[in-house]
């Protein structure tokens, strides 16, 4: 949170809404990487995000609510006029959207530089997985349930396949609500941030970090 708040938007601005929609939507590095103008879609005062080619096939969107909405618009407002490239991330360089798409390397560097500027350590343990693991810790320890989580997240399990909560956007709505709670609770003000200790079960990055 205090990234979002306190980092300048003149330089910052497109990383600030990587993160915002890697957190809410559990969003992969390709996802946002091929994310479409046509994919955010504004509707009263909030934005509804679809990937459409998501690692495991499976459709999926995410809410993105009025806390955040202007972060957004600001950002999508500065892309230039009749860029002929639909994709969503382009270049932003000093307060300017460029004719230039952000690559997979370079979205992947965004939870570096975020973990940079909250000086925390060892900022090259924040690679582009840590979105998609915050927000799993972010909507677990909300206190949703697990069918949420893989619904949010797009995880395929032939166990669960039958239960996952109706694809709506009421359910979107409550998702948002539940994040934006968890961040508050687990991210407080004088702490911000704190990476996370655990490891992973990967041989060759037992050091990844999430931002909780």
Known sequence: MKFIYNAPDYTLLANKVVLIFGIFGTTRCDELKELQVADVEE????????RKDSKNGVPRKC???????????????????????????????????????????EIGQIPKIIAEYLKLT???????HCL?????????????????LKQLGGWKSASIA???????????????????????????????????????NSTNTTKLRSFV
């Open 162 to 200: 039958g239960g996952y909560t109706e694809n709506s956007l009421l359910n979107r709505q409550k998702i948002f609500v539940k994040i934006t709670h968890a961040a508050k609770v687990v991210l407080p003000s004088d702490t911000n941030l704190q990476p996370s200790t655990s490891e992973t």
């Open 122 to 128: 060892n900022p090259q343990y924040y690679t582009r």
């Open 63 to 105: 809410l993105v609510g009025p806390l955040f909405y202007r972060k957004v618009k600001e950002y999508i407002s500065l892309r230039p006029l009749y860029f002929e490239i639909k994709r969503y991330f382009v270049q932003f360089l000093n307060g300017k959207c460029h004719r230039q798409v952000l690559g997979r390397n």
């Open 132 to 148: 998609r693991r915050t927000s799993a810790t972010l909507i677990l320890n909300s206190g949703a349930n697990k069918t949420m």
């Open 43 to 50: 509707i009263g005062g909030k934005y509804l995000v679809s």
